[in-house]
């Protein structure tokens, strides 16, 4: 499933955070019963890139925040997310991921 992606990066206190969210959510805002998600530019509106530069992107990261259909699907094939653990709001697929070192 090829599409573009907005990718923003964070590098805070030695941990690597990855905001990523397909292209056409960004700055849309989805409800459904007590939750809420809010795909804003000023955290997510980096480098418009593929979606298959994902897999690059997830292995430097410490921390992703990752929202729609093409990221989550990419990020469950590349095996950093577990399908059962998605959040579905509004229809529209949003995961975490954390790296832990021991």
């Known amino acids: 499933m090829p599409g573009k992606m907005y990718v923003k990066i964070y590098r805070v206190q030695g941990e690597v955070l990855l ?7 960004l700055g849309k805002t989805f409800r459904e019963g007590e939750l809420k998600l809010e795909v804003k530019e000023r955290f997510y509106k980096g480098e418009l890139m593929d979606v298959e530069e994902l897999g690059r992107l997830l292995e430097e990261a410490t921390i992703a925040n990752l929202t729609g259909e093409r990221v989550v699907s990419k990020a469950i094939e590349l095996g950093y997310i577990n399908k059962n653990r998605v959040l579905r709001i509004q229809g529209i697929p949003h995961a975490q991921m954390a790296k832990m070192f021991f």
């Open 19 to 25: 905001a990523a969210c397909d292209e056409e959510l």
